[in-house]
């Protein structure tokens, strides 16, 4: 159904956010409007916003559920997948894409067992697949917490990724 | 209220202030197409079919949202409208399931009749469609989105009527569709299997889940003893699907269709109503005199239990233990009248026509099998039964006038009216009034608790007792009725509630009405004015009268509310979560 990715991430929430979460929401309720600001508030606490989250949402305002998964899934600036320890961009734009970031993306999701959008279950990596980021003359690019890396070959992926241990 | 003066198509109108150009044009007998829009509930400008010509305005306008001002001139049907309206529907069918020929909804699809009037090319645009899967996960409700063209109607059906609120639009651009909260299937999310979201939806992608194939199976199996029930609802409502006007009785050429089917009796759930009466009638009266718990509320409508028990489990004691006349029908089919016959329970199928989808989900439900085996086998809707009959060619508007079978096909009056809202409170009250002051009342018309508003209250003087009562209708009334009672500012004695708007004569299973007559026409009104009509009529009123009612308890069951009644018509309900 559509193209929204469920994260397969355990939800890892502490009592400490659940209690920030909440004091925040009580804040809120009866505010017109509330529901954006909260969400927004609510991804600043966890990083984004899994079930366990919106299901507190949906209590603490009265709002119901399909009615906050609705806005989530409308703007981009939610996130239904956790961002790992190390976020992993690939560009698969047209410039990368003729010069093999396929292969590249396709090589780095065979070892991390996880696809585009998603993150691995020790929140470690998690991967996307973005447009251009402006650097045609490095193609193919990827980027990982901003770290640039140019002209990478899909073989080259084991050792960039191997420097990302800890 | 100032009035404002236009021209709609040449035509003067003069309407209040704030009446949108679409109603003005109702008012003036000119019919300008919708598809998205529905009144009350969904006025969003989506769909642009209702455009019309705005003499001075830049683009057409989408006349369901847009209010008349002194002078307007608006045309409603020039070319430019037509061309524009053709196009718009045009691109939805290219983003479209046309498995026409076989859908349910051939023959009142709101989409086919539009292209069909707007002269559409049913492949004008040829690209990519969405794709999607058919959710066939709940007991009652059928979704599949690849007809569907998101007007959203089920979206406002769940949320406005129900304020169940478990259906919306996900995603968006070319992926939005209409789906639960985390892609859940509907039948693991709170969805309470009401069915109005299929009743509003202009094409077949809402439908309810299908048992015809199931009941044609037993009737053509020579090991099983097949029987059937009508709900109080289905005979003011099933002649619309043979051509009737809304509001037409049919329940003698019903019956006689039954028969013709093969059925072995065909029996009326109007008996079943009255047992509930019976049994929640004394079970009320035993909380009054004992101190049970109250206000008490009834147990007919399984949407409503279900709801109840989402979404106020800690209440689950307020409500009567006793089964819905469905689950009573079958109970009363499989221990008493089984034994009577001698026939074995297992080998009986019990079939019910209800005008509800939750039914479907009901029989299901633990603690629903009086005679070891499921009470129910099989629940047709009313749309389901009208399909049957026409599947197996019997002429219905030819058929001559049938009755039912003695004795579970014996009803009164009292058990008739339980398909319009606050029947079962009227029904309920005419027997407890007779109950508790040891003799028949004069007037037996409870007007108080009639009619469609969606809560109505009365307070009766019964054996030197002020009784407090409640109607309620739709649950999102029920929703600010419960709290209410959670508050303690509740002060009644017995609440009634029904899932639907209306009650059953608008419930899930009930043929279905396109926008337009939803729009203009009281259908509510007219069907239920045709129980009331029929039950004024009748001899037999009072559900404590039906002498099928005194055969079963003095042959059977001994008493209300006896052990033996209780093992066999009354049922538990389980707590939930909000969720799911």
Known sequence: MGKIKLTSVDFAGTKEQEAELRKMLKELKGTEGALMPALQKAQGIYGYLPIEVQKIVSEELGVPLEKIFGVVTFYTQFLLNPNGKYDISVCLGTACYVKGAGDVIEKIQNRLDIAPGDCTSDLKFSLNATRCIGCCGLAPVMTINGEVFGKVKADEVDAILDKFKD | ?580
């Open chain 2, 1 to 580: 209220m100032k009035k404002i003066n236009l021209k709609i198509n040449g035509l003067s109108v003069t309407v209040p202030e704030g009446t949108t150009i679409l109603e003005a044009a109702n008012i003036a007998g000119i019919k300008i197409p919708t598809l998205c829009y529905l009144k009350d509930i969904n006025k969003i400008g989506a769909c642009r079919v209702c455009v019309v010509e705005v003499k001075g305005a830049r683009n057409l306008v989408a006349s369901c949202v847009y209010p008349v001002s002194e002078g307007m001139e608006v045309i409603t049907n020039s070319p430019k409208v037509l061309d524009s309206r053709k196009k718009t529907v045009e691109l939805l069918l290219s983003n479209h399931n046309q498995d026409c020929l076989s859908c349910v909804r051939n023959g009142s699809c709101e989409l086919n009749k539009l292209s069909y009037e707007l002269g559409c090319k049913s492949d004008s645009y040829d690209g990519v469609k969405t794709e999607s899967k058919v959710d066939n996960s709940s007991l009652s409700i059928v979704r599949d989105n690849s007809k569907c063209i998101l007007c959203r109607r089920c979206v406002a059906a769940c949320q406005a009527y129900q304020s169940v609120s478990v259906i919306g639009a996900n995603s968006k651009g070319f992926d939005t569709h209409i789906a639960c909260a985390f892609e859940q299937p509907l039948g693991e999310v709170s969805c309470v299997n009401c069915g109005q979201c299929i009743n509003v939806c202009p094409t077949g992608a809402l439908r309810e889940k299908d048992e015809i194939d199931e009941v044609l199976e037993a009737l053509n199996n020579p090991d099983k003893y097949v029987v059937v029930g009508t709900a109080p609802s289905i005979r003011v409502a099933l002649g619309e699907e043979f051509g009737y006007p809304i509001g037409k009785n049919v329940e003698g050429k019903m019956v006689a269709a039954l028969r013709k089917l093969g059925f072995k009796n065909v029996f009326d759930v109007d008996f079943a109503a009255d047992l509930t009466i019976m049994e929640e009638g004394y079970e009320f009266i035993d909380r009054v005199k004992n101190g049970g718990k109250l206000p008490m509320m009834t147990s007919c409508s399984p949407a409503w239990i279900k709801f109840m028990e989402h979404n106020y489990p800690e209440l689950l004691d307020h409500l009567s233990t006793a089964k819905s006349p469905q689950q009573m029908f079958g109970a009363c089919c499989k221990t008493y009248f089984a034994e009577k016959m001698g026939i074995d329970p297992k080998k009986m199928f019990v079939v019910s026509i209800m005008p509800c989808t939750a039914k479907k989900y009901e029989k299901d439900r633990p603690y629903q099998s009086a005679a070891g085996v499921k009470d129910i086998d099989a629940v047709l809707t009313t749309r389901e039964l009208a399909r049957l009959i026409k599947r197996c060619g019997i002429m219905f508007n030819n058929l001559k006038n049938e009755q039912f079978d003695a004795p579970l096909g014996i009803g009164s009056g009292a058990g008739l009216i339980f398909g319009a809202t606050g029947g079962v409170m009227e029904a309920a009250l005419r027997t407890v009034a007779s109950v508790l002051t040891g003799s028949d009342l004069n007037n037996i018309d409870f007007n108080e608790v009639r009619g469609n508003s969606s809560v109505k209250e009365a307070v009766y003087d019964i054996a030197g007792m002020k009784v407090k009562v409640a109607v309620v209708s739709s649950l999102s009334a029920a929703r600010d009725m419960m709290e209410k009672v959670k508050q303690g500012k509740a002060d009644y004695h017995f609440i009634e509630v029904m899932s639907c708007p209306g009650g059953c004569v608008n419930g899930g299973g009930q043929p279905i009405l396109d926008a337009h007559t939803r729009n203009t026409v009281d259908y509510k009104k007219l069907r239920a004015s045709a129980i009331y009509k029929t039950d004024k009529a009748m001899k037999l009123r009072m559900s404590h009268h039906n002498p099928a009612i005194r055969e079963i308890y003095d042959s059977y069951f001994e008493k209300p509310n006896s052990h033996k009644a209780h093992e066999a018509l009354h049922t538990k309900y389980v707590k939930r979560n909000s969720f799911n």
